[in-house]
């Protein structure tokens, strides 16, 4: 069975700028997460989907974060604008249903200057 | 916010020993589930414990669960070097609703020398 795909693996951007992450999940899996980490901490949900719905976003910075999943299945998170303090591995997970076991990607590290 | 907070943060081992780790959590939960993150492979889900079970294995894992002291136990016997990795406590509380969201905790970094 592959695993949850993400792209790119890394990425360096200035403040200020904008960018894009990919996920492709598991298939069939309803649920999609993404999640923030910053070095020496547990992840942080941003977003939650059930299928193509939001179930949770409460704690996405929606001033500058957004993020789709494109018929249930694929899913982008983007910044616009970055700032410092968005340095940090974004992790897609996604699972069978909501309260299932996730399943995690690779994650892509950003670095933001 | 947080809702995990395991023990040790850090724990370093010889190889072949045993390890524990210990999560203790806030609120009520429908489940609690333990991953583990190293450099090669990413998080990895180990085990779920619903919180109905006190007990469960996988292999050379095994996890308690005490709802009452709100705390769980991870046991890692016959440790090997491929165990290096941080370890998450993840609780998944009641809500009523669809909203199945992880509360995570910060990891104990575990290092197994050879």
């Known amino acids: 069975e592959a695993g949850v795909a993400q792209s790119p693996r890394y990425k360096i951007i200035e403040k200020r700028q904008s960018v894009a992450f990919w996920c492709n999940p598991i298939s069939g899996h309803a649920t999609l997460y993404w999640y923030q980490q910053i070095l020496g901490q547990g992840p942080k949900l941003l977003i939650q989907f059930q299928n193509n719905g939001v179930v949770d976003d409460s704690q996405l910075p929606k001033d500058r974060f957004s993020a789709e999943r494109l018929k249930g299945v694929d899913s982008t998170l983007k910044i616009q604008p970055a700032k410092l303090e968005d340095s940090a591995v974004y992790l897609c997970?996604?699972?069978?249903?909501?309260?299932?076991?996730?399943?995690f990607g690779p994650g892509t590290r950003l670095t933001v200057t | 916010s947080q809702q995990g907070e395991e023990d040790p943060q850090a724990l370093s081992i010889q190889e072949g020993e045993n390890a524990t780790m210990n999560c203790s959590y806030k609120?009520?939960?429908?489940?609690l589930q333990w991953y583990r993150q190293n450099s090669g492979r990413g998080l990895v889900h180990l085990i779920l414990i619903r919180s109905n079970e006190r007990e469960k294995h996988s292999g050379r894992l095994r996890v308690t669960l005490d709802t009452s002291k709100k705390s769980s136990s991870l046991l890692i016997t016959a440790s090997r070097a491929a165990d290096t990795a941080s370890y998450f406590c993840a609780t998944d509380p009641p809500g009523g609703d669809s909203n199945y969201q992880l509360i995570w905790g910060a990891g104990t970094k575990l290092i197994i020398k050879p």
């Open positions: 609120t009520s939960i429908n489940n």
């Open positions: 997970a996604s699972s069978q249903d909501s309260g299932y076991e996730q399943y």
